[in-house]
């Protein structure tokens, strides 16, 4: 069984901690976007970290391009008045 420590740093895989603190890393607001953006485009050496910060940043602008669509089309607002609803 090979070594993790022999595998050289670039393509050295990421724990589940590892991930699971990247998330919440870019998760912060304003900090994290920006962290985001720069590990997407290369700011790290490590191939895995840059390729789950593309991964997210792509999630990140589907989920922007849905709300707007839902926003747009006014889907939002009859979802909240029919909660309103539900619980006045």
Known sequence: ???????PEKYRPIS??????????????????????????????????????RSYFCFLVIMVIIMAILVATGLVAQVIDMFRGMYA
């Open 1 to 7: 069984m090979s070594d993790i420590n022999n595998i």
């Open 16 to 53: 589940m901690w590892g991930y699971f603190g990247l998330e919440i890393l870019f998760s912060i607001p304003v900090v994290g976007t920006i962290i985001l953006i720069v590990f997407a485009l290369g700011g790290t050496k490590n191939i895995n970290k840059r390729n789950f910060a």
